[in-house]
């Protein structure tokens, strides 16, 4: 069974038992109410035939019609006996013409007769258990003359019991049929909320939403018509800097309350629902999503980062390209020279063949060798290996200054090294390659953390920064060469920046262009290992 039928089950069962332990308590209070009822009834009508004066006047020796005349008004009561007895206790009335004369049976009779006493019992009488009621007949205050008593039978009180009995039953049955009615119409209702799910699939969705939001690196922020936030992951928490302690304190309070100055910016979005804001000097930008719910918008949804986040994911992805194309070059590279040996082998040549192996060998051979003595950062190694293969085959002589020294650093350091040497290495070839017809291409790298201070500057042969963007060099998309270019400066200037250091250009007096970076080594976190020897 589905948990939702459990639950309207329950609900059923529980109003079915609340509505059977009212009745059995409604019945046993109908049952004294009708007792009380008859009682009282009996009372009344004793007490206004004692005060008959006919009744005391039969009692004074003239009793002739007072039977008719009881049997009169027991019929119209509907009571079961109407008996009027002399002070000895004989009867002067009773349904029963052959009772007249006899004795009144039961001794709850006396204390009417003796003391002038009214009062009700049950009894066991001549004609059956019954409720009867007793009142004393006197004149001027003296003592009793005689006493009437008026009788109901346990079987008139079980026929009025049993009527009422039925109502209440009748009364009960149509408050199950209306509580069954409003369970099927819950049942409905739950399963159109729901949407047929069942609550363990919904709470296990629910964890996986959640799970899914706060895996998101960009801040999400849902909010109703009103403007009050309904959900937000931990990113936009933070990124938001809401005062308060613990993220889900904002749920159910308007965003323009808790952010006062993000009102007119997030109100004022594209018409594409594109906007832009600043919290505390840091800029954002995000998009605004309708939420919808039965073809009705009941909300909308924020989901925002930094501009530079989106900037950094392309940057890795154009140093990925960069990468994949390097490789590219070199297949090509080794593909024509093991071509050329192929060739010189078939013709016999055997002596150029290993006198072009053995200057390539000894290229690299010597590269590899002044890497190895100055650079032992092995992922810094191997880049500036790959853009020495990448200079060769542009026709840029590049240069490794002999007196550069590295250390090696960790991961995330070394991750930033590669940034900031590779890019510098890529605009400064681009730029000899360019000014190949004033003079000779040529790249000069040189690293050094002696000291203080982590040094890396890249010299190159071309024509200079243009003094139109001379101003401008280091903003993003800012380049001299067109096209899809404008990204490497401004990622050297935002790494640079984050590890406090410095960035500066110049032309030398030769006529060289060089980039430099100095970095205060005291505030890096990651702690070279030992200095290589220069």
């Known amino acids: ?34 007792e009380s009822s008859l009682a009282d009834k009996g009372q009344a009508l004793a007490l206004v035939l004692a005060e008959d004066p006919e009744v005391a006047r039969a009692l004074r020796g003239e009793p002739a019609g ?28 009773h349904p029963v013409p052959a009772q007249i004369g006899e004795p009144f049976q039961g001794e709850d009779l006396w204390p009417t007769l003796s003391q002038g006493r009214r009062h009700c019992s049950r009894w066991q ?19 009793p003359l005689g006493a009437v008593a008026v009788g109901f039978l346990q ?23 209306l509580g069954g009615l409003l369970g099927g119409l819950l049942l409905r209702r739950l399963r159109r909320t729901l949407l047929d799910l069942e609550p363990e699939y919904i709470a296990r969705r629910f964890a996986q939403q959640e799970l899914v939001l706060e895996s998101i690196a960009e801040g999400i922020v849902a909010l109703d018509r009103e403007g009050r936030i309904t959900s937000l992951n931990s990113a936009a928490f933070y990124q938001l800097r809401l005062p308060l302690l613990h993220r889900q304190q904002a749920l159910g ?124 950062d092995k992922p810094l190694a191997g880049l500036v290996l790959g853009k020495f293969s990448r200079a060769r085959e542009l026709g840029v002589a590049f240069e490794l200054d002999p007196d550069s020294c590295l250390a090696e650093y960790g991961a995330g350091l070394s991750a930033a090294l590669i940034t900031l040497v590779g890019n510098l290495l890529d605009n400064g070839m681009s730029a000899a390659w360019a000014n190949r017809d004033q003079r000779a291409p040529r790249v000069l790298l040189s690293l050094s ?16 920064v243009d003094d139109a963007i001379a101003d401008q060099l280091f903003d993003y998309g800012v380049t001299g060469r067109g096209g899809d270019h404008g990204v490497g400066l401004y990622l050297v200037k935002e790494t640079v920046a984050r590890l406090g250091g410095t960035l500066e250009w110049r032309r030398t007096a030769e006529g060289f262009t060089l980039f430099g970076i100095y970095i205060d080594k005291s505030g890096l976190s990651d702690t070279p290992w030992t200095p290589s020897s220069p």
């Not at 079987?155 to 049929?177: D, E, F, K, P, V």
């Not at 070199?330 to 063949?353: I, P, V, W």
């Not at 000291?451 to 890396?456: E, F, N, P, Q, R």
Request: aromatic share 6%; charged share 20%; hydrophobic share 45%.
């Open 449 to 464: 953390d002696f000291g203080k201070h982590l040094i890396i500057e890249v010299e190159d042969s071309g024509a200079g």
């Open 125 to 143: 009488g001549s004609l059956g258990p019954s409720v009867r009621c007793f009142a004393p007949v006197s004149e001027a205050g003296g003592p």
């Open 66 to 93: 007072l039977a008719e005349r009881m049997e009169r008004l027991r019929e119209q009561t509907g009571a079961a006996y109407i008996v009027v007895t002399d002070r000895q206790g004989r009867r002067l009335s």
């Open 253 to 376: 309070r308007p965003l323009a309350e808790l952010r006062p100055e993000l009102a007119p910016s997030l109100e004022q979005a594209a018409a594409d629902g594109l906007v832009r804001f600043q919290v505390q000097g840091q800029a954002y930008q995000g998009q605004w999503l309708p939420i919808r719910r039965q073809h009705k918008t009941v909300g909308r949804l924020l989901s925002f980062s930094r501009p530079e986040a989106a900037s950094d994911l392309s940057h890795q992805l154009t140093h990925l390209q960069q990468y994949a194309e390097l490789l590219r070059m070199q297949t090509h590279e080794y593909a024509n020279k093991l071509n050329s040996l192929s060739g010189l082998l078939q013709l016999g040549h055997l002596s150029e063949a290993v006198e072009m192996i053995q200057r390539e060998k000894d290229d690299y051979q010597n590269l590899l060798q002044e890497l190895l003595r100055t650079i032992a």
């Open 1 to 34: 069974m589905k948990l939702r039928h459990q639950f309207v089950a329950l609900a059923l069962l529980f109003s079915l038992l609340l509505v059977l332990a009212l009745g059995v308590l409604l019945a046993a209070l109908l049952r004294q109410q009708v």
């Open 155 to 177: 079987g008139q009180i079980t026929r009025l019991y049993r009527a009422q009995i039925g109502l209440m039953a009748a009364a009960i049955g149509a408050i199950l049929l």
